[in-house]
């Protein structure tokens, strides 16, 4: 039966609480992408300028980061993982519901926080489970787990667009004066450039609507389907803590007795396997390690100064691609609304259905690509591709057709950014640094300071700005890409693996492959 026989049987003994897992990445997905096609909805319900809604997009991100610390405090115990697993997609479902009754900019930043911490949560907690369940194996499952991601990411903006306002935030039978004032809003509500007057005017008209006749009313039925379409998910976990036996009403659980075959898997001998490596199996893993842990002196102790090099020019590399990833999927909908587009709401709205569609179609494409390429060469590619997608639109940039095309090329080229640089920086250093931790905090810093820096921009510069930003976010990506090439080729080779551990690793290798 071999590796694949393996594999398969620890998955029909997992099967429920792998489905579990993968369905709270589905929550996360739901999460991460609705702000986007909503963002000028939100605007008119809060009454906010760009900056200031931008300010929403900073608190789910920082509290994201926040909660991937505070998830590997449930790490401990099966019981606690489920638990913060329940409350984190309970959490999720309160928060879409919740929204449409945030009047206020500050209030739906704060609410947007909560929805950061749980998601945070559920990426630390998640993750780490289906390590512990798959060890070595994990590789396909783990990719399964991030294309949930992308289709609750491709989920959310289709269930939004049917309720996007295509009308003013302004009544249409106004005075002269409002009327005027709210052409100019309309034409002018992402970059937030009005004058004084046009601000007064339309705050004045929009404090005089009654509730229900509000732009932000009609998408509020968007999040309460939302709201629903996640429910299923915490009462997933809630089963999996009754079938394991860890809520307070029922007995413990008795293990369960294996079939035949998988008890020949189980109780098969490892080739070649000292006593060394069988004690380092059982140890954490230092990349696994949250950042505090991560960052002890002890862990650099006599390394090159190419050690930390390579951390870090990795982490920028992340930075831009991960940053670039979030910016792009909660602005390209605002572009192109603008001029000189002036694409319909409704139209504009499948545009970030297209980003994380094409998303996630290239993390499904790259599980057979990955076994052909190189990590290096992987990352590569998708770099200069997305270097090369972003002048593309510049020069075409009054053409809808492709902004529909460059959106889903950039989907293509930054799905795979990520896995591929952090399998890349790990071979480098040989499984021996903090590489997965700096890099998944290298990538969550991107997303929140990318995005908050973005919005600025497009507020005073205008709507062109956004695909200036995008190429210079690329060609840095791409710059720090080169050096990381660079202090490569200076870090020196470790020769103190074993031979039998090079051996595991191309068996490893090879059942991923498979």
Known sequence: MGCDGRVSGLLRRNLQPTLTYWSVFFSFGLCIAFLGPTLLDLRCQTHSSLPQISWVFFSQQLCLLLGSALGGVFKRTLAQSLWALFTSTLAISLVFAIIPLCRDVQVLASVMALAGLAMGCIDTVANMQLVRIYQKDSAVFLQVLHFFVGFGALL??????????????????GTANSTSGSHLFHASRVLGQHHAEVWRLSNQSLSKLPPQDRAGTRVSYAFWIMALINLPVPLAVLFLLSKERLLACCPQRRPLLLSADELALETQPPEKEDASSLSSKFQPHPGHEDLFSCCQRKNFKGAPYSFFAIHITAALVLFMTDGMTGEYSAFVYSYAVEKPLSVGHKVAGYLPSLFWGFITLGRLISIPISSKLKPVTMVFINVVGVVMTFLVLLVFSYNVAFLFVGTASLGLFLSSTFPSMLAYTEDILQYKGCATTVLVTGAGIGEMVLQMLVGSIFQAQGSHSFLVCGV??????????????FFHRMHPELSSVPTQDKALGMESSECYQR
Request: aromatic content about 16%.
């Open 156 to 173: 959310s903006p289709l269930i939004a667009d049917p309720f996007l306002s295509e009308a003013n935030c302004l009544p249409a039978n």
């Open 472 to 485: 210079i976010f690329g060609c840095l990506a791409f710059t720090f890409y080169i050096l990381l090439l």
